[in-house]
Structures are given as C-alpha cells and as structure tokens.
C-alpha cells in the first residue's frame, strides 16, 4: 500500500511563502514521477508541477511557473514544494500524488491526474 502524507500547509499572507512537504512512507519512487496538485473550492483539480524521479527532471503548469519549485530528497522519500510570493488565488489544497512509472509526458499533458495513482489526503494553504 502506497502512502504519501503531506504537511507544510498554513494561513499566510500574499507575498509570503511555503514550504510543503510529502512523506512517501516506504514507497520508493527511485524512478517514478511525482507531482504536485491543487484545488480550490469549485474548481478542478490542477496539476502544477511534476518531477522525474530518475532525473529529476521537472516540468511545471503557467499558473506557478517562476513561483513554485518542486524538488525531491531520494535519501528520506520526501517531495517537496517551495512556493514563494503567494497570491490568495494560490488558495486550494495541496496534494502530492506519485505515478507507477516514469512521467508520461514533459507538456502540460504530463500534468494531468488521470496519470497518477497514489494520492496523498491533501494540506491546506490559504493566502489572505
């Protein structure tokens, strides 16, 4: 069973930042791809920004691009999302959620979640 918990989620100010972080248990993403989802009330939810666990290559969506950072520490299984200058439109929650294999795609397509098949419960980020 594939666990990711995330944490790092807050009430901040706009300008402010985060650092969010997912914990992937005893599942080793060694290869895999990771990502970084948001969704705000009524709204679909948003793939922001993935990562190849082989490379570390990323890929991120217009709407973070510049902001946002995701990185990986293979060593303690965790995922992470730098965000900086928050904007209250960056209110939403925060999943992190982990593909079976490799990322599929380094377009926008790669972002979609109908690609990932581990979920975490989400964290929340509300910007003021």
């Known amino acids: 069973h594939v666990q990711l918990v995330e944490s790092g989620g807050g009430s901040v100010q706009a300008g402010g930042s985060l650092t969010l972080s997912c914990a992937a248990g005893?599942?080793?993403?060694?290869?895999?791809?990771m990502g970084w989802f948001r969704q705000a009330p009524g709204k679909e939810r948003e793939g922001i920004a993935i990562?190849?666990?082989?490379?570390?290559?990323?890929h991120y969506a217009d709407s973070v691009k510049g902001r946002f950072t995701i990185s990986q520490d293979k060593d303690k299984n965790t995922l992470y999302l730098d965000i900086y200058a928050l904007r209250p439109e960056d209110t939403a929650m925060y999943y992190c959620a982990a593909q079976a294999g490799i990322c599929v795609s380094w377009y926008d397509t790669g972002l979609s979640a109908r690609y990932f098949s581990y979920w975490g419960l989400g964290t929340q980020v509300t910007v003021s």
């Open positions: 005893r599942y080793t993403y060694k290869r895999n791809c």
């Open positions: 990562i190849s666990g082989h490379d570390g290559r990323t």
